[in-house]
């Protein structure tokens, strides 16, 4: 089945300074790959997603670059805010047909004001 | 988009007993997803909620230990049965109305077995 690795597990940035996140996946034949932004005591909330077919897709401050022949994507924060520290959480999602997430690991990112 | 609300957001429990935490959703969606989330951890799929027919279970998790029920296309139980401190943890609902699609979650609820 799939499996998602995802590094560093804990980035410490200054404010202003960006911050990337790597994800790697085992299936080629997911499709789709969403990021997650969680705060203490919510639940995770989508930031930006991108699909098999397309390369990269920026939204503001935040990117997502996905390489399928590597089987790797990235999220990238510019001019990172404190707002920003959460933790964040990559998936992808095989094409089985039932719709479910294999997240990654998780990482905790703090921006020093 | 989709608003999901759960409840309990926190409990306390003693062991041996049986938590039912509720899951409702704004609208109608296809899919209902359960997860556990230990402190500092990843998100793990317990199982999918099927509406009108029994929840398909993850390797590790058991029906007995974790019954869901889907009665409709908004709204889904998980009961965490004969609870011990393992099970301490943040269960969370998810939700999404297709494939390749956003999946939106609830708040969670902190579960806390003495």
């Known amino acids: 089945g799939e499996n998602v690795e995802q590094h560093p597990s804990t980035l410490s940035v200054q404010e202003g300074d960006s911050a990337v996140i790597k994800c790697t996946y085992s299936?080629?034949?997911?499709?789709?790959f969403p990021w997650y932004k969680q705060e203490l005591g919510k639940g995770p909330q989508l930031i930006i997603d991108?699909?098999?077919?397309?390369g990269e897709k920026k939204d503001q401050r935040i990117a997502v670059t996905l390489n399928k022949t590597a089987k790797h994507f990235s999220l990238h924060i510019t001019e990172t805010q404190p707002e920003d520290s959460a933790v964040y959480f990559c998936a992808a999602t095989p094409p089985s047909g039932t719709y479910k997430y294999i997240f990654g690991t998780g990482t905790r990112l703090k921006v020093l004001a | 988009s989709a608003v999901i609300s759960q409840k309990p957001s926190r409990d306390i429990c003693q062991r041996g007993t049986s938590l039912t935490i509720q899951c409702q959703v704004d609208?109608?969606?296809?899919?209902m997803f359960w997860y556990r989330q230990q402190p500092g951890q990843s998100l793990t799929l317990i199982a999918t909620?099927?509406?009108?027919?029994?929840?398909?279970?993850e390797s590790g998790f058991v029906i007995d230990k974790f019954p869901i029920s889907r009665p409709n296309l908004t709204f889904s139980t998980l009961t965490v049965s004969n609870m011990s401190p393992e099970d301490s943890s943040i269960y969370l609902c998810?939700?999404?109305?297709?494939?390749?699609?956003?999946?939106?979650f609830g708040q969670g609820t902190r579960l806390t077995v003495v």
């Open positions: 299936d080629s034949a997911s499709n789709y």
């Open positions: 998810s939700a999404n109305t297709g494939g390749n699609t956003e999946a939106f």
């Open positions: 609208s109608q969606v296809t899919m």
């Open positions: 991108i699909r098999s077919n397309v």
């Open positions: 909620a099927n509406q009108g027919s029994e929840a398909t279970y």
